[in-house]
C-alpha cells in the first residue's frame, strides 16, 4: 500500500479500508488476516479494525473462527452496479473474443490503479495455450504496453498526479511516439515488466473513468514475436478499438491528451 496522503481532506482510514477490499482476487477461496495484512502491508491490528467493520457493513463475509474472509453482499452489489455501468465492455466483447481466437493470444482491457492496472475483462483463445491472467489481476504501469497506452494518452495534469520519474517520462514518450506513428504501444525489449509476456495495447477514453483504459493482446514471446504485433495483432486491434469508437461516438483517446 502506498504510503499515507497528508492531504487534509484525504480520508486515510476510508483509504485503508478499500485497500483491503481491492486485494481480493477472482482465484481467492477466502483470505486470512495474516494474508491481508501481508498484501496491504497494513499492521495486523488495524487489518482486525479494518475487516470487523467491513462484514458489518456487509463489504466482507465470514463464518467464524477461523474461517477465511471474502466478498460479502455490499461488495458484489457494488461491482453489479459498476459492471451494467460500464457498457463498452459488453459492445466490445464479441469482437475481443473473436480476436483472442484469430490471434490465438489472451486480450483484455485494463484500467490504471495508481502505480498498477488492474485486468478488469479477459478473453482467452480457444483451442490454443496462452497466458492465462484473470480479471483484478494487476500489472506494472511501467514496463507494460497497456501502462504505456494509458500513460502516453493522459492529460498533462493527469500524468504529473503519479509524480513520475525521468525513466516514466522517456517511457511515456516512446508511447506516445508509437501511438501517433502507428496507433497501437507496446514496451519495447529491455523495458517490458516481465520477459516471459508480450504484449500491444491500444488506449481508448472512458467517459465512465474520465481517463483512458487499454485493450490489449498478449501472449507468450515465442507465441507474439514483435514482427507479428506490428504486421498482425496490433493492427488487428487497433481497428477493434477504432470500430468500438464510431460505435459509441468517442474521440481517439490520444485526441483528448491536451
Request: charged share 20%; glycine share 8%.
Amino acid at each position: 500500500m502506498s504510503s499515507e496522503n497528508a492531504d487534509r481532506k484525504f480520508a486515510n482510514t476510508l483509504a485503508r479500508g478499500l485497500a483491503v477490499l481491492r486485494v481480493f482476487r477472482a482465484s481467492d477461496s477466502g483470505l486470512t488476516h495474516a494474508q491481508i495484512a501481508e498484501r496491504t502491508g497494513l499492521p495486523k491490528p488495524t487489518v482486525s479494525r479494518l475487516t470487523y467493520t467491513l462484514c458489518e457493513l456487509g463489504y466482507l463475509s465470514h463464518g467464524g473462527r477461523n474461517d477465511r474472509f471474502r466478498l460479502g453482499p455490499s461488495a458484489i452489489a457494488l461491482g453489479s452496479v459498476a459492471s451494467v455501468a460500464v457498457h463498452f465492455l459488453d459492445l466490445v466483447s464479441d469482437d475481443m473474443q473473436q480476436l483472442a481466437d484469430d490471434t490465438g493470444t489472451l486480450t483484455l482491457v485494463a484500467v490504471r490503479d495508481d502505480a498498477k492496472m488492474m485486468l478488469v475483462r479477459t478473453w482467452r483463445p480457444q483451442n490454443a495455450s496462452t497466458i492465462w491472467l484473470e480479471p483484478g489481476h494487476r500489472i506494472p504501469v511501467f514496463g507494460s504496453s497497456s501502462g504505456m497506452a494509458v500513460v502516453a494518452s493522459l492529460s498533462e495534469e493527469r500524468f504529473e498526479q503519479l509524480t513520475p520519474e525521468p525513466d516514466m517520462r522517456r517511457f511515456r514518450a516512446e508511447g506516445y511516439s508509437q501511438l501517433i506513428g502507428q496507433g497501437f504501444a507496446y514496451a519495447l525489449e529491455g523495458t517490458r515488466y516481465a520477459s516471459t509476456i508480450n504484449a500491444v495495447s491500444v488506449p481508448y477514453f472512458a467517459e465512465e473513468f474520465g481517463e483512458p483504459v487499454a485493450f490489449t493482446s498478449g501472449a507468450m514471446p515465442n507465441d507474439l514475436s514483435d514482427l507479428r504485433i506490428q504486421n498482425e495483432v496490433g493492427p488487428a486491434l487497433r481497428e477493434v478499438v477504432r470500430g468500438l469508437e464510431n460505435r459509441t461516438g468517442r474521440t481517439p483517446a490520444l485526441s483528448r491528451r491536451d
